[in-house]
């Protein structure tokens, strides 16, 4: 069992910034690949970026160049900072894990444990 904590969300202006962190416990860090998802109001959970100790990072294609995904192992924590935030990236922020997955995985249901979610807001 993985346990997933998240911090960090908020209301921030069109441009603005914020970092969603999220805090994991129950395996050793580096048996699972952290990624990050967000549901918008009816709309289904969307992959966002995810990192993985054996393969590197990757993201979706609207957030690339914006958001960066991070991982501190001394922690137990992953990171994603968002920057350029735009009226459409509101939604809530889920952590996930996945056991001995990859970066590569950007199905949601590919991932075996969530965190609570993270409310971001972004104002016009």
């Known amino acids: 069992q993985v346990h997933l904590v998240e911090s960090g969300g908020g209301l921030v202006q069109a441009g603005g910034s914020l970092r969603l962190s999220c805090a994991a416990s129950?395996?050793?860090?580096?048996?699972?690949?952290m990624g990050w998802v967000r549901q918008a109001p009816g709309k289904e959970r969307e992959f966002v970026a995810a990192i993985s100790w054996n393969d590197g990072t990757n993201y979706e294609d609207s957030v690339k160049g914006r958001f960066i995904i991070s991982s501190d192992s001394a922690k137990n924590t992953a990171y994603l900072q968002m920057n350029s935030l735009k009226p459409e990236d509101a939604a809530i922020y889920y952590c996930?894990?996945?056991?001995?997955?990859?970066?590569?995985?950007?199905?949601?249901?590919?991932?075996?444990?969530w965190g609570q979610g993270a409310q971001v807001t972004v104002s016009a």
């Open positions: 129950g395996h050793p860090f580096n048996t699972y690949s």
């Open positions: 996930a894990a996945c056991m001995f997955g990859s970066s590569q995985y950007v199905r949601p249901d590919s991932y075996d444990y």
